[in-house]
């Protein structure tokens, strides 16, 4: 099983999003999550620096420039989704990534508390 770093930069990313109010509450992540395609065309016009700030994990032994050296994507690559949090803490836990999980859970509180979630 991979082993994973918080990816700090995503996060602080993930937050001045959040605090910009450029999210999405309500979405159905399976059918709205970047995929192969998506993120391919996304490179064509961004930076690495900026594909990896939509990725809360950094995996650890992958090279950097590489799509195996991120995961727990939180947004469509435009805003953050609350569903993406969601399941990267799900995920996270499951997997027992303990920082990741905790990361992804600190950022979900920071999106429902801006949203006025209660």
């Not at 939509?54 to 994507?73: P, Q």
Request: proline content about 1%.
């Amino acid at each position: 099983m991979a082993s994973y770093d918080v990816n700090t930069d995503a996060v602080a990313r993930c937050r001045e999003l959040i605090e910009a109010r450029q999210y999405v509450l309500d979405s159905d992540w399976g059918d709205v999550q970047p995929g192969a395609e998506a993120q391919n065309a996304f490179l064509e016009h961004h930076s690495w620096d900026d594909y990896a700030a939509w990725h809360l994990g950094l995996t650890e032994g992958a090279n950097d420039g590489t799509k195996a050296r991120y995961a727990f994507v939180y947004g469509d690559l435009r805003r953050v989704h609350r569903t993406a949090l969601i399941a990267c803490v799900y995920r996270a836990s499951e997997w027992r990534h303990k920082k990741i999980e905790l990361a992804a859970h600190d950022l979900l509180q920071d999106l429902d508390r801006r949203a006025g979630i209660t």
